[in-house]
């Protein structure tokens, strides 16, 4: 018996495409690890930077953002919009101490069910590397406190 990490990841997947692949992923019995719970969105350009940042403070160790290739999007650029706010959130993550690496970008047509299943693979495994995040824990932690903070100021 093993005690591996076993890591917790959001997967945010558009419709048209990367929902789609896993899909095929998942009809032609290509394994890979179980630990995404996946979200389907119409569009990788829905998805809210708000998302990611409360999945990882719910308790996600990593978020994954999937959607169709720059240039095929269903609704013409929305996946630049999504590449724009993965970047973003990426330096807000290292602005709060979190590392960025918890949370990726994949683009994935439809017909690429095998590419969904090792990138998922490969993120789960990059995830245990860094192991728990315990975002969610550490302020349900500091919500606890119930002695008031007082700060007294020097003038």
Known sequence: MTDQFEPTIIGFTCN?????????????????????RLIRLMCSGRLDPTFVL?????GADGVMI??????????IE????????????????????????????????AAEGAR????TTAFVEEIRKLGPLNWGKVSDELSEISE?????VAA
């Open 16 to 36: 048209w495409c990367s929902y789609r692949a896993s899909d095929l992923a998942g009809t032609a019995r290509m394994k890979y690890a179980p630990n995404v």
């Open 116 to 119: 969904f299943a090792a990138e």
């Open 148 to 152: 008031p903070v007082h700060e007294e």
């Open 78 to 109: 929305q996946n630049y919009k999504a590449l724009r706010r993965f970047l973003l959130l990426r330096r807000v993550l290292a602005g709060l101490g979190i590392e960025p690496e918890r949370v990726k970008l994949v683009w994935a047509s």
């Open 54 to 58: 409360r999945a990882l403070s719910g």
């Open 66 to 75: 999937t959607g169709c290739h720059p240039g095929e999007c269903h609704y």
